[in-house]
């Protein structure tokens, strides 16, 4: 007994070592403001509740029930408590396993079982009920690095789980300005088959009145079908886009909600993306990414472990004997208590193999890591590059609808006064409603450049799940 707890007094101190190398996140090169945001400053946007963006309730009750009953956040919960459990089995090495076991069984000359073989060729019962316990002593850590690779592929799976939260988000939020200007491109078709069929109403006239030829009424009537044309086209696109809200929604196809129409909601806040160096700490892709790569670090201690002698405590309880009635005898008592010491001598170079691949896959991991965050980067000068333009292009396209409804007026005016031609009238309401309809689209590219920014900036971090 001496001997053993010296042994033991040995070995237990190297408990407090772990095999493999420590995690240290990989060095990335942080710039100290995005491209495209001249006064870095600490606030962001990603700060702001995503249901504060705009002022629209029916577009928050849809991201609501999108991240409650989607399909694809439900999937990545489920995830996430796949990988919990993982991480629960793994956590369950710490700890002793104990087990129990009976047998009863009854043979002639019984080797296997049978605690005292007869050998004469009689024919003999045994019964053996007993508890064993076993305990793996994590001397150099690998159990360690077992666990600390499954939490983090559960942390990993975390970070994927907002990610998706967030893309959602994004989704609903983009399709739902999507289908507002495809109402506003439908009211502006439908304005300008008005439109068109009023010209051609008064051609008519004119021509019936002798002031007038054929080809100002065949020009006006042809203006108005490829403006009624477009109607079809347009409601389709809305039933198309209500359709993908709603799977988004994870609800079958119907018909959805509108709030404010789309030149009524405000322009896009101007809050700046905050500093860079707060995108690793955000960001859902970059946390998984790094995740992997310290699961991968880890995976590294696993292997190099597994070179290395394992050294356990095990014990059995119980009893043993031919007799029934004699079960609980003194002289039937079964015991036993050990040490294990088990390892590895010749494995053909299987071992090896498992640690080459765990120290490609670490520098994979690690690679990958460096490439997340460098695109995170760029999506994030890009969305505010993208953003800044398109709000210069939004007020200079306003500023031409305004001027060619001016002109459609005026040329309304001058065509009945006699002091211009049919074409006239017609070349401005031709130029108006495409006018239109890009000031439109410029309206829901700005809305949902703000919604891609706060993507990019891992936006909605610090709400719970």
Not at 34 to 56: N, T
């Amino acid at each position: 007994m001496r001997r053993r707890r010296a042994w033991l007094a040995a070995v237990l101190p190297l408990a407090g070592c772990a095999v493999g190398p420590n995690y240290h996140r990989p060095d990335t090169q942080t710039p100290a403001a995005y491209r495209g945001d001249a006064a870095p400053a600490a606030a962001s946007l990603a700060d702001d509740k995503w249901w504060e963006l705009y002022s629209d309730p029916v577009l928050t009750d849809l991201v609501r029930k999108a991240l409650a009953n989607g399909f694809d956040a439900r999937i990545a919960a489920v995830r996430v408590e796949q990988s919990r459990a993982i991480s629960l089995e793994a956590n369950g090495l710490y700890y002793p396993s104990l087990a129990y076991s009976s047998e009863a069984f009854r043979g002639k000359n019984s080797l296997l079982g049978n605690p005292n073989p007869a050998g004469n060729g009689s024919i003999g019962d045994g019964f053996a009920p007993y508890l064993s316990a076993a305990w793996e002593l994590d001397v150099w850590g690998r159990v360690r690095r077992l666990n600390e690779a499954a939490r983090s592929q559960y942390l990993g799976t975390q970070a994927a789980e907002r990610g998706v939260r967030l893309s959602l988000l994004s989704e609903v939020a983009e399709d739902y300005f999507s289908l507002l200007e495809a109402d506003q491109e439908l009211v502006i078709a439908r304005q300008a088959t008005h439109d068109f069929g009023s010209s051609f109403s008064l051609f008519t006239e004119r021509l019936q009145g002798g002031v007038a030829s054929r080809l100002e009424t065949s020009s006006a009537a042809a203006a108005q079908a490829a403006a009624a044309a477009q109607i079809p086209a347009l409601e389709r696109r809305v039933a198309m886009t209500e359709n993908e809200i709603s799977v988004l929604l994870g609800e079958n196809p119907e018909p959805v909600a509108r709030g404010a129409p789309l030149a009524d909601h405000a322009a896009a806040p101007s809050t700046p993306p905050g500093l860079p160096s707060a995108l690793l700490e955000r960001r859902p892709d970059i946390l998984q990414a790094e995740y992997a790569a310290k699961q991968a670090n880890a995976e590294i201690g696993v292997t190099i472990g597994s070179f290395l002698p394992r050294f356990g405590l095990s014990a059995v309880l119980g009893a043993a004997t031919q007799n029934w009635s004699k079960l609980t005898h003194q002289r039937s008592e079964l015991w036993a208590g050990g040490v294990d010491l088990t390892g590895p001598l010749v494995q053909g170079g299987a071992l090896r193999g498992e640690y080459l691949q765990a120290k490609a896959a670490w520098q994979l991991a690690k690679l990958q890591y460096e490439q997340t965050v460098v695109g995170a980067y760029a999506d994030v000068a890009n969305a505010l590059i993208t953003r800044q333009k398109l709000a210069e292009s939004r007020v200079q396209l306003a500023k031409e609808v305004d001027a060619y409804r001016d002109a459609v007026r005026v040329a309304g005016e001058r065509y009945r006064a006699g002091q211009a031609g049919y074409y006239e009238l017609l070349q401005v309401q031709q130029q108006l409603y495409p006018a239109e309809v890009a000031l439109a689209q410029a309206q829901r590219d700005e809305l949902i450049s703000v919604v891609q920014l706060y993507k990019a900036l891992g936006g909605g971090w610090n709400e719970p799940l």
